[in-house]
T-cell receptor, first 111, second 113 residues
Framework: GESVGLHLPTLSVQEGDNSIINCAYSNSASDYFIWYKQESGKGPQFIIDIRSNMDKRQGQRVTVLLNKTVKHLSLQIAATQPGDSAVYFCAASNTGNQFYFGTGTSLTVIP | EAQVTQNPRYLITVTGKKLTVTCSQNMNHEYMSWYRQDPGLGLRQIYYSMNVEVTDKGDVPEGYKVSRKEKRNFPLILESPSPNQTSLYFC????????????FGQGTRLTVV
């Protein structure tokens, strides 16, 4: 199986600052990782993914970093905005069909 | 509009009364999956389906059944619900297994009394 954990259950940042959310996984065979955002009362929304043959991937205002040596990944959000306030989950998979999720980090953006 | 639709959104039922939560996607996705979300435990995978008539157990399949007779539908069946199945349930789909963007439904909040 797999065990996925996030380092901080809550995170508060000032509007305009960068946010970093961390995640650790246990199974070295995991080769596909996804970050999701979940707003209150809604289903998770895909943000960005990364495969184990990469160590960095960038999207619009978001960057995911993968360190396979220490089994750690992080989500960086640039210039955090109030609309970024949500719970963020990482998920890991070693088969592409079974996914293991972390418990989530609640991000609060302070105006 | 591309979407995953779950019904019902809210359900209160009694122990032992069979129920079905429906899930439908309009994106012609091959892969579909069910999750439950509980405080402090995050999302846990119940069952998944790689394609029509192909289903497999996730991490917490006990007490649940699924079927995939058509590509667009993936119902979750609780034959004899128990209070420990009180949870928030999500259905998700993606183009195929192997890692692609997953789309989630809005969730079904189930309470078993």
């Amino acid at each position: 199986g797999e065990s996925v954990g996030l380092h901080l259950p809550t995170l508060s940042v000032q509007e305009g600052d960068n946010s970093i959310i961390n995640c650790a996984y246990s199974n070295s065979a995991s080769d596909y990782f996804i970050w999701y955002k979940q707003e209150s009362g809604k289903g998770p929304q895909f943000i960005i993914d990364i495969r184990s043959n990469m160590d960095k991937r960038q999207g619009q205002r978001v960057t995911v970093l993968l360190n396979k040596t220490v089994k750690h990944l992080s989500l960086q959000i640039a210039a955090t905005q109030p609309g970024d306030s949500a719970v963020y989950f990482c998920a890991a998979s070693n088969t592409g069909n079974q996914f293991y999720f972390g418990t989530g980090t609640s991000l609060t953006v302070i105006p | 509009e591309a979407q995953v639709t779950q019904n019902p959104r809210y359900l209160i039922t009694v122990t032992g009364k069979k129920l079905t939560v429906t899930c439908s996607q309009n994106m012609n996705h091959e892969y579909m999956s069910w999750y439950r979300q509980d405080p402090g435990l995050g999302l846990r995978q119940i069952y998944y389906s790689m394609n029509v008539e192909v289903t497999d157990k996730g991490d917490v399949p006990e007490g649940y059944k699924v079927s995939r007779k058509e590509k667009r539908n993936f119902p979750l069946i609780l034959e004899s619900p128990s209070p420990n199945q009180t949870s928030l349930y999500f259905c998700a789909s993606s183009l195929f297994a192997g890692g692609t963007e997953a789309f989630f439904g809005q969730g079904t909040r189930l309470t078993v009394v």
